[in-house]
């Protein structure tokens, strides 16, 4: 019974749409309890079918309750079963509360303006009549859905959003993957210095506390008398030393990716992580018309045309309408994905534009050959496969959750990178936010691994008209 419940534990009455967004948010509040409204379970019934991410989600929600109702009587469903996640493969989920199902009919009188018998109405008064039956117990709404939230509060409920699955606290902490040095870096990181050159690359080895705030593939930059652009290769944090190599100049016009030079710094930096084969995966985070995609582009068709370090590039995105959906379009796998890679074609314009004086029909030959080693797949499709050797970018990846992306990366084989590209200011699915984004989430995993990296690009060059849009619409 809810009744018997130990003193200082919350009661969360979880939302449809929670548990539609995480299926492991039954595990995620520790020792306090869960209440589960009967309308939950027929809306959950009602989600089950087709094969989307909501769908599976449901279906895996179905498996964790029959798990944890296997061998249990109705005297214990009714006690409220113990939330221990047995087949779950994180090990830290799984607390010491209860999850309570609605086992009678609960009824509290709502105000009248609130009218009606929806979904949202039933949830809002099992919320009020267990807060009325169990005056001693905090109960607490949790819910996805803002307008219930809203409509919560308006009749004295309690409600909250459900953060669990929340990044960062705030959008302004993320990891922007380089540093401004003080100006007096050499003074307190130089007196041991060590410096070296290899196969023309200059090293230097520092020491001091500033050390302790670096990661892996970071950048460290100062301007003045004595400038530096480095990236961080190695760090000893006990020992407080760290290994920094100067970076590539992609501004230096004689220093090109596919006929593009870098026009700023965050910009250079990028080049330098898109070059690199030994970073297997690159996130870069910026408005429109800071040159994510172009940049990646460009790096790609110089690896695979040029190096021949890849096989061939595939670009993929999330395919979340802007406005009204256009209904079903015809064609293959490709020919469905055209309308959506309106950016591939833009940039491809710009980087096939480097052949004059080629003729037409040299131009012409040229598109064919860039096309031909750009494959364009649909995210539906890529459960279960692994990329040999492709360079394989994820545009408008700030649209995936924490588990999309996790399985599109998943998908990587030998030799493969991913660069992920996105705006977090720019999201279109629904129950996500800049802080629990899929791109927020591998920003902020993957920092500390030695083969990936991170660039916030920050300045728009796009144009002056789109630079002052950005700025002041």
Partial sequence: MIEDREPGRH????????????????????????????????????????????????????????????????????????????????????????????????????????????????????????????????????????????????????????????????????????????????????????????????????????????????????????????????????????????????????????????????????LNLLMDPEVDFVSLVGAAGTGKTLLTLAAGLAQTLEDGTYKEIIMTRVTVPVGEDIGFLPGTEEEKMTPWMGALMDNLEVLGGNTEGAGEWGRAASGDILTSRIKIRSLNFMRGRTFLSRYIILDEAQNLTSKQMKTLITRAGPGTKIVALGNIAQIDTPYLTETTSGLTYVVDRFREWTHSGHITLTRGERSRLADYASNNL
Avoid: C
Wanted: aromatic share 8%; no cysteine; proline share 4%.
């Fill in 11 to 270: 009661l969360f009455v979880l939302d449809t749409n929670v548990l539609m967004h995480d299926p492991t948010a039954l595990f995620r509040f520790k020792e306090h309890d869960i209440f589960l409204p009967m309308v939950v379970l027929e809306e959950l019934d009602r989600g089950k079918k087709g094969v989307s991410e909501v769908a599976r989600n449901v279906r895996q929600v179905s498996r964790f309750i029959d798990e944890l109702m296997t061998g249990a009587t109705h005297e214990a469903i009714v006690a409220g079963l113990s939330l221990t996640a047995t087949s779950l493969e994180d090990s830290d989920l799984g607390g010491h509360g209860r999850l309570f199902f609605q086992t009678r009919s609960l009824n509290s009188h709502l105000p009248e303006s609130l009218p009606g018998s929806s979904a949202d109405n039933d949830i809002l008064s099992t919320a009020r009549a267990l807060e009325e039956e169990l005056p001693d117990v905090r109960v607490t709404l949790v819910s996805k859905d803002i307008n219930l939230r809203i409509k919560a509060a308006v009749i004295g409920l309690h409600a909250e959003d459900y953060h669990n699955d929340q990044v960062l606290d705030d959008v302004s902490l993320l990891y922007s993957g380089m540093q401004e040095l003080p100006g007096d870096f050499w003074d307190t990181h130089g007196a041991a210095m060590d410096s070296w050159q290899e196969a023309g690359r200059t090293y230097y080895r520092v020491k001091g506390p500033l050390v302790a705030e670096w990661h892996p593939n970071q950048f460290v930059y100062r301007e003045g008398e004595q400038p530096l652009s480095a990236i961080v290769l190695e760090v000893d944090r006990p020992a407080e030393s760290a290994v920094i190599e100067l970076v590539d100049d992609y501004m230096n016009p004689r220093h090109t990716v596919w006929g593009i030079n870098a026009r700023n710094r965050e910009q250079n930096l990028a």
